[in-house]
């Protein structure tokens, strides 16, 4: 397991690959890294068995994941999905670039895994696709499926939360990121009646959009 020097800083993850089909870390992804940074201690504490990443592109969220909570000899096991092949192909790229692997499924969300893997999960981070965009975009091929959200750029995340709540062990920890737009304390409502209980562990304003990475786990 990594000591807290050997940390890498986020910034250190290399893309070796890439494709124009596989979304590139971005304020979002580096948000949600930043996420995991801060709780790195109590990760750490947490002691995981399996972490799972849902839409994992390029493999820079997972990876840096690995690389704060180690993996030889340290008994976690990691596994990340995406609709898009490409995505899957980049992340194996980045996880063996720095020494880590993790199993990776081209699947929607979590499709042909619940059974095996239902309360199993100690770790689940999503970015998934947040951008209101209209219905029909959503689940298109290739990159577009990345960012587009449907209605309030919820259509994604209102499907994955109940997936999640399947999935999660008792000490289970989610952490998603999400938009204003798409009503983060509707999404906290929707959790609470699940059981969970949440808070905003990184906030951040770009030009662009206004972040919330939010942390779920049982009451
Ligand atoms: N996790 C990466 C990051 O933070 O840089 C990529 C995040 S990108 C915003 C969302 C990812 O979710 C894309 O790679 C996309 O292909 C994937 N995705 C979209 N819909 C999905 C679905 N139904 N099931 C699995 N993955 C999905």
């Known amino acids: 397991m990594a000591s807290y020097k050997e940390l890498p800083k986020t910034a250190q993850i290399r893309l070796v690959s890439s494709h124009e089909e596989v979304y590139e870390p971005c304020d979002d992804s580096f948000a949600l890294v930043d996420a995991l940074l801060a709780d790195r ?10 972490c799972m990443e849902i839409g994992c592109g390029s493999g820079y969220v997972i990876t840096s994941l690995a690389l704060i909570l180690g993996q030889e000899g340290s008994g976690v096991n990691y596994i990340a999905t995406d609709i898009n092949p ?9 996880l063996e670039a720095h020494g880590v692997s993790a199993e990776l499924i ?19 981070i999503v970015n998934p696709p947040y951008v209101p965009t209209p219905e029909d975009e959503v689940g298109a091929e290739g990159i577009t499926a990345s960012w587009a959200g449907g ?33 983060p304390s509707e999404i906290c409502l929707e959790m609470k009646k699940k059981g969970y209980a949440s ?19 049982r009451d």
């Open 41 to 50: 201690t109590k990760l750490l504490e947490h002691r995981p068995m399996l």
């Open 86 to 94: 490409h995505a899957v192909r980049v992340t194996h790229e980045t």
């Open 106 to 124: 081209v699947t929607d969300i979590a499709s042909g895994l619940e059974k095996r893997l239902a309360g199993l999960v100690d770790v689940m």
């Open 151 to 183: 209605e309030n750029g919820r259509s994604v995340i209102d499907r994955i939360l109940p997936i999640a709540d399947r999935l999660l062990s008792e000490k289970g920890w989610l952490y998603m990121v999400t938009l204003t737009a798409n009503n």
């Open 199 to 217: 808070k905003i562990v990184v906030q951040r304003s770009t030009e662009e959009e206004n972040l919330h990475i939010i942390k779920f786990w």
